[in-house]
């Protein structure tokens, strides 16, 4: 029953924070440290309760999905086409390929998401400064140029250090380039969809020889709740961005760092 209890914690975890500039991952090793759920059965978990997470997004953004599939629309230079999607995906999946292994065993570690989680504040800290007082260019996410896109890309590999976040790092990103919170949230949301899917996948292949019958109940626990409040969680923070800066999640981030320091040491 403990699994079933660390599976819902996890799921809601994993849910609330997986597209706000937070970092899922970094809440989720902190949270599984606390929780003592560690090993292959939560290594199994943390991929299919991410597959939860991006069933929310297809839901929220089906409209968009349909119109972005449409082979008529597939080489568009505007917006989150298939071919602006493949370029801002190219950098981090390039990265992830060529440092997988150094990624999965020296940086998932409550230190290394500490400096993850400091970092990645000061940064969206930054660029909101950098912003400030100033007239968004792209308000749009259908109006997101491909050179654009390219750079979103660029930023989302800062994403590959736990802790830092992928929609923290692209939104701020954005805000450099002169892109609107809300468009570059949605920008971030639908590139996220595929990225993640061939990063669950990968994953996937190398632990799903350990997964057992009795894994079953605890997995299908965690991909629901982390789907339910996945689909709330996007659309609250959508409205959010509406009126509000990023600037908030940052001091959050810095709390949940200091948290964590004096938690494991």
Same mark, same amino acid.
């Given at each position: 029953?403990?699994?079933?209890?660390?599976?819902?914690?996890?799921?809601?975890?994993?849910?609330?924070?997986?597209?706000?500039?937070?970092?899922?991952?970094?809440?989720?090793?902190?949270?599984?440290?606390?929780?003592?759920?560690?090993?292959?059965?939560?290594?199994?978990?943390?991929?299919?309760?991410?597959?939860?997470?991006?069933?929310?997004?297809?839901?929220?953004?089906?409209?968009?999905?349909?119109?972005?599939?449409?082979?008529?629309?597939?080489?568009?230079?505007?917006?989150?086409?298939?071919?602006?999607?493949?370029?801002? +995906? #190219?950098? $981090? %999946?390039?990265?992830? *390929? /060529?440092?997988?292994?150094?990624?999965?065993?020296?940086?998932?570690?409550?230190?290394?998401?500490?400096?993850?989680?400091?970092?990645?504040?000061?940064?969206?800290?930054?660029?909101?400064?950098?912003?400030?007082?100033?007239?968004?260019?792209?308000?749009?996410?259908?109006?997101?140029?491909?050179?654009?896109?390219?750079?979103?890309?660029?930023?989302?590999?800062?994403?590959?250090?736990?802790?830092?976040?992928?929609?923290?790092?692209?939104?701020?990103?954005?805000?450099?380039?002169?892109?609107?919170?809300?468009?570059?949230?949605?920008?971030?949301?639908?590139?996220?969809?595929?990225? +993640? #899917?061939? $990063? %669950?996948?990968?994953? *996937? /292949?190398?632990?799903?020889?350990?997964?057992?019958?009795?894994?079953?109940?605890?997995?299908?626990?965690?991909?629901?709740?982390?789907?339910?409040?996945?689909?709330?969680?996007?659309?609250?923070?959508?409205?959010?961005?509406?009126?509000?800066?990023?600037?908030?999640?940052?001091?959050?981030?810095?709390?949940?760092?200091?948290?964590?320091?004096?938690?494991?040491?």
């Amino acid at each position: 029953m403990y699994e079933y209890f660390c599976a819902l914690v996890v799921g809601i975890v994993e849910g609330l924070t997986e597209y706000i500039p937070v970092s899922s991952t970094g809440h989720m090793i902190i949270v599984g440290h606390m929780l003592g759920f560690e090993g292959t059965l939560a290594d199994l978990f943390d991929v299919f309760i991410q597959l939860g997470a991006i069933l929310s997004v297809l839901v929220v953004y089906h409209e968009k999905f349909t119109y972005i599939l449409n082979t008529h629309h597939w080489f568009r230079r505007k917006g989150p086409s298939v071919f602006n999607i493949c370029i801002a +995906m #190219f950098p $981090a %999946c390039l990265m992830g *390929l /060529l440092f997988h292994g150094f990624i999965k065993h020296r940086l998932f570690s409550p230190t290394t998401v500490i400096i993850g989680l400091v970092l990645g504040g000061i940064f969206m800290i930054v660029a909101e400064k950098a912003r400030k007082g100033k007239e968004f260019a792209v308000t749009d996410v259908d109006k997101i140029s491909t050179k654009q896109s390219f750079i979103i890309g660029l930023f989302q590999c800062l994403s590959l250090w736990p802790g830092f976040s992928r929609s923290g790092s692209t939104i701020a990103g954005s805000l450099l380039l002169g892109i609107s919170r809300k468009a570059g949230a949605d920008f971030t949301f639908i590139m996220a969809v595929p990225l +993640m #899917f061939l $990063a %669950c996948f990968y994953d *996937l /292949l190398k632990v799903i020889g350990s997964l057992s019958v009795s894994d079953l109940g605890v997995l299908a626990v965690g991909f629901v709740t982390a789907f339910v409040v996945a689909y709330a969680s996007i659309l609250w923070f959508l409205k959010f961005l509406n009126t509000s800066t990023l600037t908030g999640f940052a001091i959050y981030r810095f709390f949940v760092a200091a948290f964590a320091l004096v938690y494991f040491w």
